[in-house]
C-alpha cells in the first residue's frame, strides 16, 4: 500500500513570496491533516478535512495561509505572502476516518530567507 | 489548549543500554500514539494503544496506556545504532491528536 505523498520535498523562497505544497493521502483514506513542523517542536494541526469539507481550520493562519481539496482526494496548500517565520517542515496525514490511525508523508522542507 | 509534556527532552546512552521516556497531560485521552522521526522524513507510527492500562510491545519497544488516561511511557530495551531520532508521544480524542514536543534520541557505539 502506497504511503501518503507529498510534493516537492524541499523549498527556498524569499520572503512575501507564494509556494505551494501537494499532498495525495492514502488511498481511500477520508481523512486528510497539515500539520506545521517548527524545528524542535511536535507537529501542529493546521486544518482537518473530510473528504472535501474543512472539519477544523482553527490554529490556520487564514490571512496567509489557505488549502483545499476539492475533489476528496489530494490537496494543496498555500502559502501567501511566506513569513520569515513560517519556515518549517508542512506535513501530510491521512486517516481512513475520523479517530482511526493517522499515517504522515515525509514532509515538505520550507526555508523562508 | 491541550499540551503534552514530554520528557526527557535529550537521551544520549550507550549502545545496549535500555530507554524510557514518557509524556503526561492534563486532559484524558482515548488514544496514545509514539511515532519516531528520523532526519528528513515525517514520523513513522510505532506503537498505538487504545485502552488504558493496555501494555504493548512492537520488537524492542513496549509502551503503556496509563490508568488515568493522562500518561503514557515508551521503553527501548537493548538500543542500537539505528534507534536514533526524535520520539514523539501523541494522544489523540476523538478526531484531535495533540503532540509532545520529543525526545531527541543519540545512541553512541
Same mark, same amino acid.
Given at each position: 500500500e502506497a504511503g501518503v505523498a507529498q510534493s516537492p520535498r524541499y523549498k527556498i523562497i524569499e520572503k512575501r513570496q507564494s509556494v505551494a505544497f501537494w499532498c495525495n493521502p492514502i488511498s481511500g483514506h477520508a481523512t486528510l491533516y497539515w500539520y506545521q513542523q517548527i524545528l524542535? #517542536?511536535?507537529?501542529?494541526?493546521?486544518? #482537518?478535512? #473530510?473528504?472535501?469539507?474543512?472539519?477544523?481550520?482553527? #490554529?490556520l493562519p487564514k490571512?496567509?495561509?489557505?488549502?483545499?481539496?476539492?475533489?476528496g482526494v489530494d490537496s494543496t496548500l498555500k502559502i501567501q505572502p511566506a513569513k520569515l517565520e513560517d519556515s518549517a517542515v508542512y506535513l501530510c496525514a491521512s486517516s481512513r476516518w475520523t479517530g482511526n490511525t493517522i499515517y504522515f508523508g515525509e514532509?515538505?522542507?520550507?526555508?523562508?530567507v | 489548549?491541550?499540551?503534552?509534556?514530554?520528557?526527557?527532552?535529550?537521551?544520549?546512552?550507550?549502545?545496549?543500554?535500555?530507554?524510557?521516556m514518557n509524556c503526561t497531560s492534563s486532559s484524558i485521552f482515548n488514544t496514545w500514539l509514539w511515532y519516531k522521526q528520523e532526519p528528513g522524513e515525517g514520523?513513522?507510527?510505532?506503537?498505538?494503544?487504545?485502552?488504558a492500562g493496555e501494555l504493548t510491545s512492537n520488537g524492542r519497544l513496549t509502551a503503556q496506556f496509563g490508568i488515568t488516561r493522562k500518561d503514557s511511557f515508551l521503553n527501548i530495551s537493548a538500543s542500537i545504532p539505528s534507534d536514533v531520532g526524535i520520539y514523539f508521544c501523541a494522544g489523540q480524542l476523538t478526531d484531535k491528536l495533540v503532540f509532545g514536543a520529543g525526545t531527541i534520541l543519540r545512541v553512541k557505539s
Amino acid at each position: 500500500e502506497a504511503g501518503v505523498a507529498q510534493s516537492p520535498r524541499y523549498k527556498i523562497i524569499e520572503k512575501r513570496q507564494s509556494v505551494a505544497f501537494w499532498c495525495n493521502p492514502i488511498s481511500g483514506h477520508a481523512t486528510l491533516y497539515w500539520y506545521q513542523q517548527i524545528l524542535g #517542536q511536535g507537529p501542529k494541526l493546521l486544518i #482537518q478535512f #473530510q473528504n472535501n469539507g474543512v472539519v477544523d481550520d482553527s #490554529q490556520l493562519p487564514k490571512d496567509r495561509f489557505s488549502a483545499e481539496r476539492l475533489k476528496g482526494v489530494d490537496s494543496t496548500l498555500k502559502i501567501q505572502p511566506a513569513k520569515l517565520e513560517d519556515s518549517a517542515v508542512y506535513l501530510c496525514a491521512s486517516s481512513r476516518w475520523t479517530g482511526n490511525t493517522i499515517y504522515f508523508g515525509e514532509g515538505s522542507w520550507l526555508t523562508v530567507v | 489548549g491541550q499540551q503534552l509534556n514530554q520528557s526527557p527532552q535529550s537521551m544520549f546512552i550507550q549502545e545496549g543500554e535500555d530507554v524510557s521516556m514518557n509524556c503526561t497531560s492534563s486532559s484524558i485521552f482515548n488514544t496514545w500514539l509514539w511515532y519516531k522521526q528520523e532526519p528528513g522524513e515525517g514520523p513513522v507510527l510505532l506503537i498505538a494503544l487504545y485502552k488504558a492500562g493496555e501494555l504493548t510491545s512492537n520488537g524492542r519497544l513496549t509502551a503503556q496506556f496509563g490508568i488515568t488516561r493522562k500518561d503514557s511511557f515508551l521503553n527501548i530495551s537493548a538500543s542500537i545504532p539505528s534507534d536514533v531520532g526524535i520520539y514523539f508521544c501523541a494522544g489523540q480524542l476523538t478526531d484531535k491528536l495533540v503532540f509532545g514536543a520529543g525526545t531527541i534520541l543519540r545512541v553512541k557505539s
